[in-house]
């Protein structure tokens, strides 16, 4: 039995990792909105398997927004077409998976319409993945910033692009596995675009 909740940040098409925590520690989920933006995590960038390996694809954000500006302040920068890209990237890489149609109505309008926050953008996503991957809880989020929460565990900082995730995972099949082999904690669009409706019973 788990007694404690659990903290999470606000990310831009979560790690698997993410799921299986918000999955193990529901309904007592908090997501923090009031940290600073730390640089170079999961709250801008997604990591999905292309056919050279692993690809991030990262939202890019208006300068001066990594300098002390809360995650929930952090804007957008469409100076460049990168909804273009990233779409175009999840359709080369997924266009050969099982579940990618099944999916891609539901994903296209994010890389269409320009929403001028990040939080509010990984937000709308999230509500999208729990959804599809059929976990239901209420989300509630942080008032103030807190360095540390007795009470919860806490996965701030420690699902990050650079530390290895803690817990084992199974494998299960990706469209590129073949070239490089089974890829550890991508975003959970490549565990949707694969096991479709299997996803909730992997996590």
């Not at 520690?25 to 997604?46: C, G, S, V």
Request: proline share 6%.
């Amino acid at each position: 039995m788990i007694e404690k909740g659990a903290v999470l940040p606000m990310f831009y098409l979560p790690p698997v990792e993410y799921f299986v925590q918000l999955n193990t520690y529901k309904p007592d989920i908090l997501i923090e909105r009031e940290e600073h933006f730390p640089k170079q995590t999961y709250r801008n960038r997604a990591n999905i398997y292309s056919p050279d390996g692993v690809l991030a694809l990262v939202v890019p954000v208006i300068k001066g927004s990594k300098n002390h500006t809360k995650v929930k302040d952090v804007k957008i920068s469409y100076d460049f077409m990168w909804q273009r890209l990233h779409w175009q990237s999840l359709q080369a890489c997924y266009r050969r998976s099982a579940y990618f149609e099944f999916y891609e109505d539901d994903f296209a309008p994010f890389y269409e319409k320009q929403i001028t926050y990040l939080f509010d953008y990984n937000q709308e996503l999230l509500n999208l993945l729990l959804k599809l991957t059929k976990i239901k809880t209420a989300l509630n989020y942080t008032d103030e910033y807190h360095a540390e929460y007795p009470d919860l565990h806490d996965f701030r900082f420690s699902i990050h692009p650079k530390k290895e995730m803690e817990m084992q995972q199974k494998p299960y099949f990706q469209v590129f596995e073949d070239r490089q082999g089974f890829k550890k904690n991508l975003s959970i669009i490549d565990l949707l675009f694969n096991q479709g409706p299997q996803t909730i019973n992997y996590l």
